[in-house]
């Protein structure tokens, strides 16, 4: 059985929300001792991650310095935190697998999503992204390039697109590494936004892709079997925030799409990991699970977390 484990961007920061390094390490350690124990078990396990804390972390680290050295751009962040972020979970990884005796190599891939450069999200882009700033600062930022929206009495804000990802390019690099016996950690943050020019060529491309879309499509690509999104809470709710809130068990994909079109699942948050749920067990897959990284092992095989299944 092969799953694709895709972590979000809590599993990689403290549970306050701080990204120190040490923080970030000690959750990698959390979230891979589960993965070791899958390993164990014969389980094949193809990596993603988010990546919006750390993302956010160099923006800020863009927007110091921008007066001295230039800002770079959004896809350079996201490889960034790509590479960053695999090399912490290969370690944290390793770590968990020698303690359990297990023998398996590790492998990061910088990997590339293509997105279509006539996505809505360019002409009007809507995701906002990092930090407030007073408009003098926001000003230089301007200068730069970058789009920032007044958002009132908080200040100003960064917004980007949040285009659709179409296909995973280094799809066949992810599947070569995987079918060498390779634990692969790739298109992390959902894939570096790329897009294809009219002569061929691929370039970066300012935007941001939702890191649960991207997984879908990467389960896709590998064949999984199962995808599990580790997130934060042990299931989808319905009426959430309400005392009416009702933890979703095992649901038909159509069944989970009408409680979606009702409006039960917040359009940050929720929304997108119900969505790729539903694309992945639409396309073909056997099973989505939404749980959270305590819950992860029983999620593969026992009935724990929002468990989603075909009609
Ligand atoms: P991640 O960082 O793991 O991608 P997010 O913070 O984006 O996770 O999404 C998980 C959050 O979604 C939960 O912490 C919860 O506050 C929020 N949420 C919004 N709507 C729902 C819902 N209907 N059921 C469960 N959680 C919800
Ligand atoms: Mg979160």
């Known amino acids: 059985m092969r799953v694709l484990l895709a972590l979000g961007g809590n599993a990689m920061t403290n549970a306050d929300g701080r990204a120190r390094p040490e923080d970030q390490i000690a959750a990698a350690g959390v979230a891979m001792a589960a993965v070791a124990e899958l390993l164990e078990a014969d389980v094949e396990v193809v990596i993603t991650h988010g990546n919006g804390p750390q993302v956010g972390n160099l923006l800020v680290k863009n927007e110091l310095a921008a007066g001295v050295v230039p800002p770079v751009p959004l896809d350079w962040c996201g490889a960034q935190t790509q590479a960053t972020l695999g090399f912490v979970l290969m370690n944290a990884l390793e770590a968990a697998l020698t303690e359990h005796g297990v023998e398996r190599r590790t492998a990061t891939l910088v990997t590339r999503a293509l997105v279509d450069a006539d996505d809505a999200g360019f002409t ?26 007044d958002r009132g009495e908080k200040g100003w804000r960064r917004v980007v697109a949040s285009p659709e990802p179409v296909e995973i390019l280094d799809a066949p690099a992810v599947q070569a590494l995987v079918e060498a016996g390779f634990v692969v950690v790739a298109n992390g943050g959902g894939g570096i936004p790329t897009v294809r020019a009219a002569d061929g060529t691929l370039h970066g491309v300012e935007a941001v892709i939702d890191k649960d879309l991207g997984a879908a499509l990467l389960a896709g690509t590998v064949a999984a079997d199962v995808l599990v999104i580790g997130t934060d809470v042990p299931h989808a709710v319905l009426r959430y925030g309400t005392p009416d809130a009702e933890p979703l068990g ?41 749980t959270d990284l305590g819950h992860i092992t029983h999620a593969i095989t026992g009935d724990a977390g929002t468990v989603v299944v075909p009609d």
């Open 250 to 290: 095992t649901v038909t994909v159509s069944q989970l799409r009408a409680y979606a079109a009702e409006g039960h699942f917040a359009s940050g948050s929720m929304g997108p990991k119900v969505d790729a749920a539903c694309r992945f067990v639409e396309a073909g897959g056997s099973r989505a699970v939404i």
């Open 124 to 149: 009007h882009p809507t995701k906002p992204i990092g930090r407030f700033l007073p408009a003098d600062e926001a000003a230089v930022l301007v200068e730069h390039g970058e789009t920032w929206e």
